[in-house]
């Protein structure tokens, strides 16, 4: 159960956005149908492939006659198909939005790629960090002077392609509710990594030159830093308003101090005063400063590996993590009150749910069995 039982999606196995796209529709109770490539270990439990969580894997060889349309038969009793395979990828297959579109005319057809599939650079491979360099992410959340390096898959595969794809299939889903019209949804890293930034750009309305100081403001100063404390963990403030401000130094002993008290607005002393805070901090053990600043309006918070976030006391009275299987994992995000998510599940075996799924469409057992005798169709108890 979930805000969207009753919701079918079929999800064209591929890596990244997509996966994560599938996990969240399924998070939130969607019944996501993942098509999985057939394989030798297809029996293997696979308990850290969190992405797969809570759907239903069938496992098939494209390229066996009769699984084209076997694929596309479960499509039509869908409300969303979504792939990640690249330009032409599925049009090859036979499984591009024209084909199911005549099939299933109000399908929603989700597809993600990083430049997406039309432009001068569409057929272009890349990966995460490509995408959003170009799309001026990159540059944006790069400290001035320094190597720019990426976030992680955050800013790319999961904000700009996982997000995005997830928002345009329930917009469009939506929609097709309405008006019985299905429609292609493209979400390009590209496009949703520069979408991110929107935020950001309303600060500067113009291309002046001045994104260089809005980009370069939030460094340096010594009141929105990281730093080291004695015991080698790291602690974050981020002062930012001048009531955090002066509670930050009024905390750390520093409300006398007329270079902190002034300091907040006298951009040439961010430096110096970084370098101070940078020993103070180096005093005490990142447990003696959480005591000290946490939950306070000094907004303050220590620098956690998810290992440790999941047994800090807020995220543990919210359940934000659990363990399925020994895997550490994230809880469904967001949460309703009226139909709360379960609570994440086993990952399936590949193919584990083939025969199910195919009687859902009425495909007759000597088929569904022929398909298993071919190896066409794999299927794991």
């Given amino acids: 159960m979930g805000v969207l039982d009753g919701m079918k999606v079929v999800e064209m196995g591929s890596l990244g956005p997509v996966q994560m796209c599938g996990m969240l529709l399924a998070d939130l109770g969607a019944d996501v149908i993942v098509v999985e490539r057939s394989a030798t270990d297809a029996d293997r439990p696979r308990p850290s492939e969190i992405y797969n969580r809570g759907k239903r894997s069938i496992a098939v060889d494209l390229n066996k006659p009769g699984t084209v349309d076997t694929i596309l038969k479960v499509t039509e009793r869908a409300d969303a198909l979504i792939e990640g395979m690249g330009p032409g990828m599925m049009e090859r297959l036979g499984l591009g939005p024209d084909v199911c579109l005549v099939r299933h005319p109000s399908l929603v057809y989700g597809r993600v790629s990083g430049f997406g599939h039309d432009g001068p650079l569409s057929r272009a491979p890349g990966f995460d960090s490509t995408f959003i360099s170009l799309s001026g992410a990159l540059w944006l959340a790069s400290q001035p002077g320094e190597r720019p390096d990426a976030p992680l898959t955050l800013l790319g595969d999961v904000g ?172 469904p995000a967001p949460r309703f009150s009226a139909t709360p998510s379960v609570a994440p599940t086993h990952v399936p075996v590949r193919g584990a749910h083939t025969s199910e799924v195919l009687s859902e469409i009425d495909l007759a057992a000597q088929q569904i069995e022929q398909f298993a005798k071919q190896g066409e169709l794999r299927e794991t108890n």
């Fill in 160 to 331: 700009g392609g996982a997000l995005y794809l997830a928002l345009g299939v329930l917009a469009g889903v939506l929609r097709a509710r309405e008006d019985k019209r299905g429609q292609v949804v493209e979400a390009a890293i590209v496009d949703g990594s520069a979408s991110l930034l929107n935020l950001m750009l309303a600060v500067v309305p113009s291309c002046d030159g001045r994104f260089e100081y809005i980009r370069s403001n939030g460094y340096g100063r010594h009141f929105v830093r990281s730093y080291r404390c004695s015991d080698g963990e790291w602690i974050r403030v981020e002062s930012v308003e001048p009531k955090f401000y002066t509670e930050l130094i009024k905390r750390l002993g520093l409300n006398h101090d007329e270079r902190f008290v002034n300091g907040q607005n006298n951009r040439e002393s961010w430096s110096a005063l970084s370098v101070e805070l940078d020993a103070l901090f180096a005093t005490k053990t990142r447990a003696q400063w959480r005591e000290l600043l946490e939950g306070t309006d000094a907004c303050f918070g220590p620098v956690l590996s998810p290992p440790e976030a999941a047994v800090h006391p807020h995220n543990v009275a919210r359940a934000v993590y659990t363990t399925v299987d020994g895997i550490l994992q994230a809880a």
